[in-house]
């Protein structure tokens, strides 16, 4: 999970220090081959237990789709910068236990509330 979850990160890194190289080889059509990193990474966390069996290319997308679009949103300004990096990290740790082996049960400070009137 930590590989997968480092793969993440840097997606969301390069893309918020590079928007402009980020819109040209995201908001295109994307090849398959670059999806090999994180399809190995969830391949590592079926293998290790940590997902529940599935086609790891499907799951790979998802969590690609997730990741891209909340830092699509992020690069838009739809994100304040206060609370931009816990949303993408709460986001992310939902879709992954979508697929986990062991699901977790829902706790009341797992998100942190809007501020009063935010409606980013």
């Not at 918020?16 to 081959?33: H, I």
């Not at 090999?36 to 790891?56: K, L, N, Y």
Request: hydrophobic share 45%; glycine share 4%; proline share 5%.
């Amino acid at each position: 999970m930590t590989r997968l979850s480092n793969l993440g990160t840097a997606y969301r890194e390069h893309a918020l220090a590079e928007p402009a190289y980020y819109r040209v080889m995201f908001e295109q059509a994307v090849a398959e081959t670059a999806f090999e990193a994180s399809t190995a990474a969830v391949t590592a966390c079926i293998d290790s237990g940590a997902f529940r069996p599935g086609d790891a290319q499907e799951m790979a997308k998802i969590l690609w789709a997730a990741s891209h679009g909340a830092v699509s949103l992020e690069i838009a300004g739809h994100f304040p910068p206060d609370t931009a990096a816990h949303r993408y990290e709460t986001l992310m740790t939902a879709v992954a236990q979508a697929f986990s082996a062991r699901p977790a049960t829902a706790t009341a400070d797992s998100a942190s509330p809007t501020e009063e009137g935010q409606t980013s």
